[in-house]
């Protein structure tokens, strides 16, 4: 049963006037948000149909109340066919152990929403529980929020005429909209060294186009088809060896040399975890992970962790170290978003590297058959987002 303040409220002989029913009001929604909290996942979902009261608290005071404390769901991963693979991670155990295991049932349910069959060539991006997916020579782009069971069609941009790079900008603590952003010209660029970004908002429900310049030496070098989200804009790694970053709000693009660009592997890796930026690559059987910082509009790269693989090869022909064939194979894979922790691994397997404990601990495994693809789009991060999407189809459509 919804509560109905109002009207029981002032009818009451305990309130006197609007000024009481106010502060009565604020503590029974006070209240209520405190009950909502504590309720499952699933539960708080089906919550917001109670009524209008519920499901504005439940949508704008405990989705991001509770967005900081939503632990990891599991991760999507491409293996060695067309399919979308997703790993859950299971239970924690007495001793503690982080196990994930293949759920081929979450696939099947945002799947099944779609008109098409999608995968791994369809799946463009995972941001903060929203899924980026496309189709068709001429691009048609899907949202799709696997927790609460909804796909959005956005509006066909009409300029763009073959398929290229797209990624989603979206934060739920800092709107419920979100942005796809379309990186043309990929991956021949322009000799002028402008590069112009097609950007559908949620909020107008318009795409618009934007040039943007960027230095030649960048430019030209292949960039990783990998965007993270983070403060209003996304970051790409450039091949040049550097930290692309387009600012959403300003328009505007810049480079960032990335640290030890003389001594790292080509292919780096980027992510996200507690509001910050790290950068991961290795040298050999090493890997080394940084923090951007940026002071006073200068970035600075602090490096925060490195991890020696022969560290932890006790015995290469028994236990977990049987599935890698040289400790030089490993590389980052993603980061837990909440957490400290860095997912590190081979073609085998996926490792969980708790940098307080110093320990590299083997979470999920596949057979020689699978594999897990090891290139720019090997592991996306999941954790499920309360956000209602906004359908963008009941949007007169607009092109700016």
């Known amino acids: ?19 009481e029913w106010s502060i009565l009001g604020n503590l029974i ?80 349910s945002f799947s099944s929403l779609m008109p098409f069959e999608p995968n791994t060539r369809d799946f463009l991006d995972c941001c903060n529980g929203l899924l980026l997916f496309v189709t068709g020579s001429v691009p048609q782009y899907y949202i799709c929020n696997p927790a609460t069971k ?6 066909p941009n009409g300029r763009q005429e073959k398929s290229c790079y797209a990624a989603l900008a979206f934060h739920p603590l800092e709107s419920p909209h979100y942005k796809v952003v379309c990186f043309n010209h990929w991956p021949d660029f322009p000799e002028s060294g402008t590069v112009t970004l097609d950007v559908f908002s949620s909020e107008s429900g318009k795409w618009l186009r934007h040039p943007m310049t960027l230095e030649t030496t960048v430019k030209v070098a292949t960039w990783t088809k990998r965007c993270v989200y983070l403060n209003g804009g996304l970051y790409m790694l450039s091949h040049s060896k550097h930290l692309l970053y387009f600012d959403l709000n300003e328009l505007n693009v810049c480079a960032t040399e990335l640290p030890e660009k003389d001594k790292t592997d080509v292919w780096g890796f980027i992510g996200v975890s507690r509001g910050c930026l790290y950068y991961s690559n290795h040298d050999g059987a ?25 560290d932890f090869v ?53 057979t020689p058959d699978e594999g897990i693809f090891t290139g720019d789009c090997a592991v996306f991060t999941y954790t499920p987002c309360l956000v209602n999407l906004k359908d963008c189809r009941h949007v007169p459509y607009v092109l700016g």
């Open 1 to 19: 049963m919804c509560l109905t303040r109002k009207s029981d409220a002032l009818s009451s002989p305990w309130v006197h006037n609007k000024e």
């Open 314 to 366: 006790k015995d290469c022909y028994s236990g977990i170290w049987r599935i890698v064939e040289k400790p030089s194979w490993f590389k980052p894979y993603a980061l837990d978003p909440n957490s400290e922790v860095i997912f590190i691994g081979v073609n085998r397997g996926v490792f969980w590297y708790n940098p307080d404990k110093k320990t590299l601990e083997l979470v999920y495994s596949v």
């Open 286 to 310: 090493t890997l080394f992970v940084w923090a951007l910082k940026v002071q006073h509009k200068m970035s600075i790269w602090i490096l925060k962790h490195t991890i020696r693989i022969n």
């Open 150 to 155: 909804q796909l959005v069609e956005i509006p």
């Open 29 to 108: 929604d006070d209240l209520l948000v405190e009950v909502l909290c504590r309720l499952p996942a699933k539960s708080l979902i089906r919550s917001k149909c109670v009524c209008k009261l519920w499901c504005r608290l439940i949508t704008d005071v405990c989705v991001p109340k509770l967005l900081p404390f939503t632990p990891l769901s599991g991760f999507f991963y491409q293996g060695c066919t067309q399919r979308i693979q997703y790993a859950s991670k299971l239970p924690c155990r007495r001793d503690n152990q982080i196990l994930f295991e293949l759920n081929t049932r979450f696939v099947e």
